[in-house]
């Protein structure tokens, strides 16, 4: 079954922004430090941002001051704000969570230059 669910990927400018939606089952959520990593083509899978159940974040240093994660437990549902987006940016954006730690199946991102 679909336990975590993103969206909000797209194809923008250099320098636009977008907002990334993860949607996750509540035993997944809840009480749980949630994340987001990313992909480029041809690169492994690197960290980009975490939040915890109480709120507090860290990101990675190449989007640290340009990207803002924030969670909505009402909703179930982790966001990944992205600004002044890079080419470097660009690539396939998961989340995951839970105790088992689980992924979705990833949003494509794509910032031109």
């Known amino acids: 079954q679909v336990q975590l669910v993103e969206s909000g990927g797209g194809l923008v400018q250099a320098g636009g922004s977008l907002r990334l939606s993860c949607a996750a089952s509540g035993s997944i959520f809840s009480g749980n430090t949630m994340w987001w990593y990313r992909q480029a083509p041809g690169k492994q899978r690197e960290y980009v941002a975490f939040i915890t159940s109480g709120g507090s974040t860290n990101y990675a240093e190449s989007v640290n001051g340009r990207f803002t994660i924030s969670r909505d437990n009402a909703k179930n549902t982790v966001y990944l704000r992205m600004n002044r987006l890079k080419p470097e940016d660009t690539g396939v954006y998961y989340c995951?969570?839970?105790?088992?730690?689980?992924w979705g199946q990833g949003t494509q991102v794509t910032v031109s230059s």
């Open positions: 995951k969570g839970g105790l088992f730690d689980s």
